[in-house]
Structures are given as structure tokens and as C-alpha cells.
């Protein structure tokens, strides 16, 4: 159990008048201190909802959450708001997508780095400061000394995430959430980003959850991955066995609609057919059914059994009825010369 | 004859100052100096990191803002100053999709009235009524036809996208200028509209002008590729040559910061250190000096002027040299 973020069964279901919203429905990973957690899926998936119920950022709101969260030995859905408050910030941390609307735009970028550490640690207001100008130097942003009276408008789209990591960072969390960091940013600002996510990783041995909706960021920074769809993993194996040997029909879909930058590949991409299904009405049986090309080869009515998450190789669980050896040969038949 | 021939096309944005409009300072340079040719069913990709002049070049070239300077011309007629009648009779021809599937349809519109808009505008009765025309189009772009009377906000993301592409096809125009026109959908959504694009082109006859920032979608969708920088443009060549040989340190940095998903392979990055400069102050000589691995003192003093290199391949750099960064 050396598991560094344990979660198990988690739930987060939203009451509204329409109907519950099911945005995450009985999942369970791991995570270890210096590894990285890849989690992918489209909107509405549930990975930003999970990411939010690890920090408890659902407290407070109408959404019903269960199962277990375990940091090290806490179990975040049990602790105290007491408790919860002086871990957030301190012991895990979030980099959100959009940055400017992350930052309040009327204190400085200075201020807001240093809250974290006034609130969690006994230092001086000088003391604060001098460690928030080490750290912006430390994300790469030039001239940190006029930069940390900066407001955040003042900065450029990558400073300002560069200073959200920054802001992230500021207490050598030991858990760090990304969810889409790079998602609106160049991809030259992108590779920088990335890049020093990797060194801090290095340096600090974090434990860090990459939300994103990009396979090639997955794969560039993720040691396992987590493939989200409607509310539940799909498939969860380490990065070089998702790519390799993908197993679930919706990571093919994923994988056969993305155009890729190094090859040609095929004259048509193979779109995932119809829509992500709603929330409130998650199709019955296998969410994935009404999209799925390959329900025939199925052992049981896809639309009637929801699929268990099942190891399908040593260290490589899907969820789907088709027969794994069957699945083995349909992706080297129909998929892999199409990648 | 080409279908659309751009000549040294600028595009300047005034500043002001913060009294009473004042005009004064630098102007913003969005786009400097383009020049691009297009022929009918070609599809010409426009990349370059935000900021650097595709979107203001997409919609000068479809006159939605007033050149500064240059020359358009569309099937050999000189449109840059175009107006009145002459720039709505050119709109029948030349059509845009936008990025944005929620702020680019009216809201209180239905659907039927939203795609209906171009017949009524530009006073064209389609045989079998404007009803039908309207359905046909809609069952033409995957929408269903009975959802006529339906409002934007009852469809997903690719389906309003779906909505603008049936609305820019509507006149069966020559020219659709495309601004990130998947960028706002998911993946598995995305392969569907660039699929949509791709029939609709081969049917029509379409060129299109493709902006976007997703470089796997533009080797995808293009026949040429036009790299810009800072309003300026950095190299242009058919797809093939531009991802497999580039010349301009610029698209080499470019191509190597995409992640490609394939775990462990080892490629070599080209990190550009710092940001965009402003491009109402571009540095002088070649824009991307500042953040250029081979600038040297040349390239202070010297605008590099685009060089076709070898056939159909222009690049804008002082020391070009191709290099495989894939």
C-alpha cells in the first residue's frame, strides 16, 4: 500500500430538477509520489468533477458525493472542512485551465502567491515575498522583482499559467491536479509548460493527476492513463500499453479520429459515430453501446449489462464485453493499420 | 487563372490614446505583407500560434474588415476596395465558417431561419422554395431535417457547427474561409465535421482557406500550408514538403513542440524561449529573431524577403536549411 492518493467507488452525483447527473460513477485509481496520472475523456466525461471532489471543491454545493479519497492515511471525504482546508494548498494543489479567470484581477500577482504560504506557514510578509520571487524565477518568468507586483492582465497567457504553476507550487504540495493546463495555450508555450511541469516532478517528486482531453500530451507526460466516458474509466493501463495495445473500442475511437502531425495515416478519419450521451440519461447497459462499432462480437447484450471494469492483461483493466482475445484480434485486424 | 490571388495584403489597426480618441502611437501590424494564391477546390491551411495574423488575413481577404494596403482579387477582379452591391454580390461566392458553435448563431433565430439567412439576404428564391432548399441543406450537413423549427441552443456543439457550414454552403459559394472551425469540439466530434468538409469539397468544387492553430488538422486537411508569425509570413509550401522537410527555423520549432501520442519517443524539441512580441512594436529585420536558435546579426538589420527556394516552396528566412524534426 505504498498508493500515495487512493480512490475507490467515488461518486459525485448532482441532484437537479431534471433528473440526478451521474458526472462520476464509481471510480477507482491510484497514485504514486513521483508518478504522473494521465486522465482523458471528452466534455462532460467527469474528469474535471473528480479532479474538484480529490480537492473537495464540491463541499457546499448540492452534488451527493461517496466512496473513499484516501491521501496518504486521510479519507478526504470524511476529514473536517478544518481539516481539508489546511491540506488544499498545503499538501495537494490545482492548476486550473483558464488562468485569468482562475486569478483575482484585482490583487496582484504577488499577493495571491503569497497567500498560500501567510495562510499554512509562519512567515514573515517579507519572508513570503522573497520565496514568491524565488518561485516565479523558477517557472521562468523574467524579471521576477517587478513581475511579482504585476496584476495578472499585466501578463502574457503563458506567464499568467506559468504563474498559476507557481501559485500551485508555492508549498511543494505533494499532490498537484492539472486540468488542462495547456488547453488554451500555443503549442511552443504548451511544450515549455510541460517541460517544467516534468522538471518540478523531478525535483519535487509529486504525485501529479494531468486532466486532458489531448493524446499527445497523455503521452508525452503521463506514466498511466485513464480513459473517462460517461462518468466511468473505460480503460486504465500504463501509457506505453494504452498506445500499444489500446482495449476498449472507445480509445480506438479516440485514437482513429485524431489526425496525426507525423504521419499520413488514412484519407478519411473515423469519426466516433453520434454524441456523448447525456448525463442524466446515461444509455442502459454500457454507455458507450449506442457509439460502439463492434457491439456483434459482444458476449452479452451490451445495451442491457453494464460491462465490469476487468483486467484484461497484467496491469490493464477495460470495461467491455467483448472477449479479450477477441478484442486483441479486432485491433490488429481493423484499428492498428489505420494508427 | 486562380481563384483568389493575394498581393502584399496589409492589415493596420490604429491605437489610441486614452484621451478623447485621439489617434496616435504605432499601429498594431496584424497582417504584413501576405501574398497567397488559391486555386478552385484547393485547400490552403493557415498556421501560426494566436496572435499572429491568420484570423485578421481570413477575414481581410473575405472583406469583413478594410484592407490598409495590397490587392485582392477573386477569379481575376480586383475586390480590395469592393462595396455595396459589389461586395454582397461577392459574398454569394465567398462564405465563412467561425470557431465559436455557440456565439456565431443568433440565439433567438431558429435554425431554419439561420440557414435560410443567405437566400433571403442576397434575394435568391431556390427552385422548390427556400423551406426545402433549407432542408435539403440541413440533411446535407447531417442535421436532421425536421429540426427545422428548433433553436441553437437544442444542439450539441458539432451539431451547431454543422448549422454554420450549412449556412456558409447555402449560396453554393467558391471560397469558404474556415477560422478554427473544429477547435471548439471534442475528438471524437472533430473527425466528424473534418469529414463533413472534406465531402463537401469534393462535391462543390470548394477551396477553402483553413485557419487553425491544431497542426495535426491542417496536415490533415490541406493541400498547401502557409506558416505566419507576428503578420508575417514565415514559409508556404504543399503539405507534404512543409511537415516532412521544413526550411524556416519557425515551422521547425512549431512542428517539434507537438506533442504526437506515441509514449517514449525520443524526438528532439526545439524550445523557443519566451513569448509573442508585441506586434504593434515587432522587433526590426526578421520578426522571429528574438526567439530564433539561429539568429545572428544579419537578421537585425535585414528583412528576409520571401524566397521561392525550389518549385511551389517560399520561406522567409535568411539561412534556411531543411531539417526533419518528425
Known sequence: MNNFLRVRDLKVHFPTDDGVVKAVDGLSFNLEKGKTLGIVGESGSGKSV????????????????????????????KVSDEELRSLRGRKMAMIFQDPLSAMHPYYTVGTQLAEGLLVHSKVSKKAARTTVIEMLARVGIPNPDKRVDQYPHEFSGGMRQRAMIAMALINNPELLIADEPTTALD???????????????????????????????????????????????????????????????YTWG?????????????????????NPPSLINIPPGCAFNPRCAFQEFAACACNEVVPELAESYPNHDSRCHIPVATRAQLFADSIAPRL | MSLLQVTDLQKYFPTYSQKLLRKEGAPVKA?????????????????????????????????????????????????THAKGDELRRLRRDVQMVFQDPYGSLNPRHPVGAIIAAPFEIQGVTPAGGVKKAVQDLMARVGLNPEHYNRYPHEFSGGQRQRIGVARAIALKPKLVVCDEPVSALDVSIQAQVINLLEDIQEEENLAYVFIAHDLSVVRHISDRVMVMYLGRTMEVTDRDTLYERPMHPYTQALLSAVPVPEPRRDRERILLTGDLPSPQNPPSGCVFRTRCPKAEERCVVEIPLPIEIEPGHTVACHFPAARVVL
Open chain 2, 31 to 79: 497582417v504584413d505583407g501576405l501574398s497567397l494564391k488559391l486555386d478552385p477546390g484547393e485547400t490552403l491551411g493557415l498556421v501560426g500560434e494566436s496572435g499572429c495574423g491568420k484570423s485578421t488575413a481570413g477575414r481581410t481577404i473575405l472583406r469583413l474588415l478594410d484592407p490598409t494596403g495590397g490587392k485582392i482579387e477573386f477569379e481575376g477582379k480586383d475586390i
Open chain 1, 50 to 77: 473528480t479532479s474538484l471532489a480529490v480537492m473537495g471543491l464540491h463541499r457546499g454545493s448540492r452534488a451527493q458525493l461517496s466512496g473513499e479519497i484516501w491521501l496518504d492515511d486521510q479519507d478526504l471525504l
Open chain 1, 187 to 249: 503549442v511552443t508555450v504548451q511544450a515549455q509548460i510541460l517541460d517544467l511541469m516534468r522538471d518540478l516532478q523531478a525535483e519535487f517528486g509529486s504525485a501529479i493527476i494531468m486532466i486532458t482531453h489531448d493524446l499527445g500530451v497523455v503521452a508525452e507526460i503521463a506514466d498511466d492513463v485513464l480513459v473517462m466516458y460517461g462518468g466511468k474509466a473505460v480503460e486504465y493501463a500504463e501509457v506505453d500499453d494504452l498506445f500499444h495495445q489500446p482495449d476498449h473500442p
Open chain 1, 254 to 274: 479516440l485514437l482513429t479520429s485524431m489526425p496525426r502531425l507525423d504521419r499520413i495515416t488514412q484519407e478519411r478519419l473515423i469519426p466516433v459515430a453520434g
